[in-house]
């Protein structure tokens, strides 16, 4: 079991910047590949950005692509999403996940955390 915890949404203007955070426990978190998900009202959840478990190598949506990014500090069990140049599209309800050694990004086969609430207004 990993147990998740997100922090950091809010609401922010378009154009404007908001850092999320995620802190894991319960288990090794170096064996996690880490993903952020996102879901707007009456979408579904889609794949935002994704750390891997072996050698940090990222990977985004290209719809968030130079925008975004992620990070982790395994020595604290985190991970992070500075996000930048947001979007009213960026709106959503950011989750926080965790995949067993694998970089794999459907929503199947993750620990998620509870969400926090991003609104970006025009």
């Known amino acids: 079991q990993v147990q998740l915890v997100e922090s950091g949404g809010g609401s922010v203007q378009a154009g404007g910047s908001l850092s999320l955070s995620c802190a894991a426990s319960?288990?090794?978190?170096?064996?996690?590949?880490m993903h952020w998900f996102r879901q707007a009202p009456g979408k579904e959840r889609e794949f935002v950005a994704g750390?891997?478990?072996?050698?940090?190598?990222?990977y985004y949506a290209e719809s968030v692509k130079g925008r975004f990014t992620i990070s982790r500090d395994n020595a604290k069990s985190a991970v992070y999403l500075q996000m930048n140049s947001l979007k009213p599209e960026d709106t959503a309800v950011y989750f926080c996940?965790?995949?067993?050694?694998?970089?794999?990004?459907?929503?199947?086969?993750?620990?998620w955390g509870q969400g926090t609430r991003v609104t970006v207004s025009s």
């Open positions: 319960g288990r090794t978190f170096y064996d996690y590949s």
């Open positions: 996940a965790a995949r067993y050694r694998s970089d794999v990004t459907t929503t199947d086969d993750h620990y």
């Open positions: 750390i891997s478990w072996i050698g940090d190598t990222t």
